[in-house]
């Protein structure tokens, strides 16, 4: 029993470390980067910055960055309940929880998240 249990845990110690990347070489590999702030934070995306268009990662490729941050949020429009006050008014614990139907995210920003991390990745890009 003991031989099994302990052969269990070096198979989970060695799959572990060879699944995973160091955090220093993940600082590598993400290399030089930008972030594209408040377009899909934002209630809907194009309400505070212009929308993500594919020109943009071939830009931002060809100027050399090699790692592009994706702040998104599933807030407000993005979900099918009611998320207004989430962010917004302090002591609304009670108000986080509900039934699953409250918290199913829309399926079109599901789709426009692949398509936008589609863009960076096909130029060769990190997405964060």
Same mark, same amino acid.
């Given at each position: 029993m003991n031989k099994k249990v302990l052969t269990f845990l070096g198979c989970?110690?060695?799959?572990?470390? /060879?699944?995973?990347i160091s955090p220093d070489d993940?600082?590598?590999?993400?290399?030089?980067?930008?972030?594209? *702030?408040?377009?899909?934070?934002a209630p809907t995306e194009g309400a505070w910055s212009p929308a993500i268009e594919q020109q943009y990662?071939?830009?931002?490729a060809t100027a050399g960055f090699t790692n /592009?941050?994706?702040p998104i949020d599933f807030y407000g429009v993005h979900t099918t309940g009611d998320?207004? *006050?989430?962010a917004t008014n302090n002591g609304t614990s009670g108000s986080y929880t509900g039934s699953s139907a409250?918290? /199913?995210v829309d399926p079109a920003y599901l789709n426009r998240l692949e398509e936008i991390i589609g863009w960076g990745l096909d130029e060769g890009l990190v997405i964060t």
């Open positions: 989970i110690c060695f799959l572990t470390s /060879v699944a995973q993940m600082i590598i590999q993400m290399g030089r980067g930008l972030n594209i *702030g408040n377009v899909l934070s990662f071939i830009d931002v /592009v941050r994706i998320t207004t *006050g989430y409250d918290y /199913v």
